[in-house]
């Protein structure tokens, strides 16, 4: 996604109104919420992850994550699964997966294989914006989270997704609304690491399928390396 030359101003100015509102330990909120955004997201990409190559796809981790790095790193930079999909695709197939496979799963994985967004994202901000406006939630509430979130991360659109979520599953527990426009000071920050996981994801799912189907070619597999970085150049990030 490129990025609006006064889009950091807009950012500024969300925060400042949201600290205006909520007053200044808003700032130490956001830094913790931003915090455990990144760790479980990285628990999920650096522990969820391999320990499902290792144990289902019977490969080894490192390989994966070699050959998947540059994708993983420009849904980093450009906040976008549906931007980065022309070099998922690429990084997939390297990776030993049949192009036939690969043309198909990764484009249908851009849609509902959204871990960061759907999954992590609003269960945990769910939790923030109820304890901002001082709002108890119980068991059930957790175990609703929990739904929502597993339902979510399968059918959620690979530009929106985090907000609609977010949505949802605000309104299913009954929070304030208010809570969305709070967050959206500091969503970029956020999509950067939650677009990465779910942009692993894609790749991963691929490559586990085509293992457990006698379809991985292993070779090519474990003898992967990082893509060499002109090749990322030739990527057109979508807006």
Not at 34 to 58: E, H, R
Not at 62 to 81: E, M
Not at 184 to 207: E, F, H, K, S
Request: with cysteine; net charge neutral.
């Amino acid at each position: 996604m490129v990025g609006h030359p006064a889009r950091p101003l807009g950012t500024v100015g969300l925060i400042g109104n949201a600290i205006a509102t909520y007053g200044w330990d808003l700032i130490g909120k956001y830094a913790t919420f931003t915090a455990d955004i990144y760790i479980g997201c990285a628990l999920v990409l650096f522990g969820v992850y391999p320990a499902l190559l290792a144990t289902v796809a019977k490969v080894n981790p490192v390989q994966f994550f070699k050959g998947a790095w540059p994708a993983i790193q420009l849904a980093f930079v450009s906040r976008s699964s549906i931007g980065t999909m022309p070099l998922t695709q690429k990084v997939t197939e390297r990776l030993g997966v049949p192009k036939e496979y690969t043309s198909f799963a990764v484009p249908f994985g851009a849609t509902t294989k959204m871990d960061g967004c759907a999954a992590i994202y609003p269960a945990i901000a769910a939790i923030f914006v109820a304890q901002i406006f001082d709002i108890q939630l119980g068991v059930g509430d957790y175990l609703l989270i929990a739904f929502v979130s597993v339902v979510g991360s399968a059918a959620t659109a690979g530009l929106t997704g985090a907000t609609v979520m977010l949505t949802l599953t605000l309104s299913t527990l009954g929070l304030p609304m208010e809570g969305v426009g709070l967050l959206l000071a500091i969503d970029p920050i956020l999509d950067m690491i939650r677009t990465a996981t779910n942009v692993a994801g894609q790749a991963l799912v691929p490559v586990i399928v085509s293992a457990r189907e006698g379809l991985l070619d292993r070779k090519a597999y474990d003898s992967v390396a990082a893509s060499p970085v002109d090749e990322r150049r030739q990527v057109t990030v979508a807006a």
